[in-house]
């Protein structure tokens, strides 16, 4: 069993940062592909950012590319949200989700993950 959870969550102006963290503690045989989604209220969840292990390329939303940036502590199955410039359209709650190994065409689909934390709230307020 895989548990996810996240953390740092809150609220920041139009055009400032913040940082989210998750970590995803269990018994893995491998490093698991971590990856963030995000969802406003009304809207579908929407792909933010993934990567399937520590070294390898992190891929982003065409909406928070050069803004948002991915890290990953492979050896703890942690990864890390650092995101800049945020604009009232970022305002959402932000899922960590986490999955064996995806192919990189799997990963922009919430529903090839399949453990999830509970999310936690962003609001930009402007």
């Known amino acids: 069993q895989v548990q996810v959870e996240e953390s740092g969550g809150g609220l920041v102006p139009v055009g400032g940062s913040l940082r989210l963290s998750c970590k995803a503690s269990?018994?893995?045989?491998?490093?698991?592909?971590m990856a963030w989604f995000r969802q406003a209220p009304g809207m579908q969840r929407e792909f933010v950012a993934a990567?399937?292990?520590?070294?390898?390329?992190?891929y982003y939303s065409d909406s928070v590319k050069g803004r948002f940036f991915m890290a990953r502590d492979g050896a703890e199955n942690a990864v890390y949200l650092e995101m800049n410039s945020l604009t009232a359209e970022d305002t959402a709650v932000y899922f960590c989700?986490?999955?064996?190994?995806?192919?990189?065409?799997?990963?922009?689909?919430?529903?090839?993950?399949?453990?999830w934390g509970r999310g936690t709230q962003v609001t930009v307020s402007s």
């Open positions: 269990g018994r893995f045989d491998h490093p698991y592909t």
């Open positions: 989700a986490a999955n064996r190994r995806l192919v990189i065409s799997a990963l922009r689909d919430s529903s090839n993950y399949h453990y």
């Open positions: 990567n399937r292990r520590s070294g390898e390329n992190t």
